[in-house]
């Protein structure tokens, strides 16, 4: 059930992603044409990958990372928030196998999807490490890029991050779904996220022996009606992340749409991060 509830929502969030941005209750688009947003592209092991950049460089670099499906686009409102950019630099990506330029180059690995954004990391200019942001997948993506570069990272804000391995169930007809007709009329983005998400369980079970290596400031935010990513995985976080003292936060009546539907909580955790950092 869980499933198929994921899939009708990830087809709703991949046509919105994949033409105007994905932007619930907020109807600030992004015109690049007619915007100083720089949109940009960068190469690393043969493959290009786009990212949407704002603010001053000298500033603490925050890197935006979006779940399955979506692009650097999910995140346009914050690339437009007054108050982060004042102390940031703002960088939202598309992770690989999205955007317009690797568009359906899927990859499976997490290792090697936070070994992909790690480029990014050279933007930053100031004196502060990297904070980064990851909603839903781009949440075990940002934990894993902590874990293999922990002298870049300062801080993690994860939410509804799919974490936990035992929380990852891949029946039967799941796998079928990969083959069924209905792929066949899906967005491109979502056929991506399904190919994604069915290794999951044994890409988060390969990550547990690192969790140890994480020993900066780490807040997560779920949603305790949250039907697509349990909220038992800030419990999973608590237990695993025995080097640093996650905040967590239980948002109640909130759903998997944290990142639309409770920004000036998320704005308020990045903003406390750099606070810890700086003092």
């Given at each position: 059930m869980r499933y198929l509830k994921y899939?009708?929502?990830t087809i709703i969030c991949g046509v919105c992603t994949s033409n105007t941005g994905f932007s619930l209750g907020n109807s600030n688009k992004i015109d690049v044409r007619n915007s100083d947003f720089e949109l940009q592209t960068y190469t690393h092991k043969g493959r290009t990958l786009q990212y949407m950049q704002k603010g001053d460089l000298d500033k603490p670099?925050?890197?935006l990372v979006h779940g399955a499906p979506g692009s650097w686009k999910v995140f346009e409102s914050y690339l437009q928030?007054?108050?982060?950019l004042k102390r940031f630099t703002l960088i939202s990506v598309s992770r690989p196998g999205y955007g317009e330029f690797d568009s359906g180059n899927y990859e499976q690995s997490i290792k090697q999807?936070?070994?992909?954004?790690?480029p990014l990391l050279e933007k930053?200019?100031?004196?502060?490490r990297t904070?980064?942001?990851g909603h839903s997948y781009g949440g075990p993506v940002v934990s894993r890029?902590?874990?293999d570069y922990p002298d870049k990272i300062g801080g993690l804000v994860l939410i509804a991050p799919a974490?936990?391995?035992?929380s990852e169930k891949m029946e039967w007809y799941q796998r079928a779904a990969g083959f069924s007709p209905l792929m066949l009329i899906t967005p491109k983005s979502i056929r991506i996220a399904h190919r994604e998400i069915r290794p999951l369980k044994e890409e988060l079970n390969k990550m547990l022996p690192y969790w140890s290596k994480i020993r900066i400031p780490v807040t997560l935010i779920h949603g305790d009606k949250d039907q697509l990513v349990p909220v038992s995985n800030a419990e999973f976080a608590r237990k695993v992340l025995v080097n640093t003292n996650p905040r967590i936060l239980k948002l109640s009546h909130e759903s998997h749409a944290i990142p639309w539907t409770r920004p000036k909580i998320i704005r308020a955790a990045i903003l406390d991060i750099l606070n810890q950092l700086e003092n």
């Open positions: 899939l009708i929502i670099l925050v890197l928030d007054k108050q982060l999807q936070a070994n992909f954004l790690s930053n200019h100031s004196n502060h904070i980064l942001v890029m902590a874990m974490l936990d391995p035992s």
